[in-house]
């Protein structure tokens, strides 16, 4: 008897086209029952203030500074950066088998707000407009170090992502070399513009406008959505509908549409499940100090580990570990699942009830 192959009921493999790696979907598996491991949910009962908070307006951090009474958003050196400035030149290679480079950085952290319960969807617009603009200033100032070779600026969110404090922060990685997704992704996009002239990403997301099944949000400048190869369970990108290559050259419009859709994206996410939803965030962009990059197309990606519900999270392991990323539910139910999502946080919603 010949079947249909079906997308959303029979297991199949899906190409990321940014990086080339393919992802195993096994949508019949959503049935099966869970006995695994079940999280702790942390309460989500924080105060606006905390006196033993390194990252709250006038406290001490652990390098004896202290913090200044903030307003908005504050920036400052990581007290125990991954990457050093002052690391030395050095290399070794023993037989082509024993291979490492020296690797200098600048490593900073951002406090999005001076409260210490406030995370990004429970901020205004202009508040998160605020951050977006301290990202792109750091942006500039840190490129101007002709050494750095590439900006990474991103979020953990939450205990379960291995955030070390809940005051809500950000950090930007900057470094002497470039890492290795943003090797992948450079030369999947110049592959793809040297035939076409034209972004991967700009083409891709034409296609996402026209078929309508993983978009979750758009405004004038940016559009969010589930990408077809998504990994993890509910794995979103913002993709900027202009073609740019980095933060550097957003407009105030820009700005205010990005802070927007992370607004309306965290939100969504936290009303998933009615949790503070967590997530490893982060941009990618061009490399700096290294030639233009015309090829390149600024996204953003957001990777939450829950599954079924705030305890129940992913696990990459065996399989994804040894072979290829898999996934039971598909992009499409995901994408489904965030787009009925209030835009109105559920804290907001039960407070006027």
Known sequence: MNQTFELDSNPHTRLNVLTGEWVLVSPHRTKRPWQGKVEDVTPDNRPEYDAKCYLCPGNGRADGDSNPNYTESFVFNNDFAALLEDTPAGKMNEDDLLV???????????????????????????AITAVVNVWQDEFNNLAENNWIKYIQIFENKGEIMGCSNPHPHGQIWSQSDIPLEIVKETERQKTYYAIHRRSLLGDYLKLE??????????????????????????????????????????????????????KILTTKYDNLFETSFPYSAGMHQAPVNNGYY??????????????????????????????????????????NRLKEMSTIHYKTSKAED
């Open 209 to 262: 406008q026209k078929k309508n099944e993983r978009i979750i949000f758009e405004n004038d400048h940016f559009a969010v959505l589930v990408p077809f190869w998504a990994v993890w369970p509910y794995e979103t990108m913002i993709i900027s509908k202009r073609h740019v290559n980095s933060i550097k050259l957003f407009t105030e419009a820009e700005k205010k549409s990005l802070a927007e859709a992370i």
């Open 294 to 335: 015309p090829e390149w197309h600024w996204h953003m990606h957001f990777y939450p580990p829950l599954l079924r519900s705030a305890s129940v999270k992913k696990f990459m392991v065996g399989y994804e570990m040894l072979a290829n990323p898999q996934r039971d539910i598909t992009p499409e139910f995901a994408a």
């Open 100 to 126: 490492a480079n020296n690797q200098r950085g600048l490593c900073r952290v951002i406090s999005f707000s001076p409260k210490h319960n406030l995370t990004l969807p429970e901020m205004s617009v202009e």
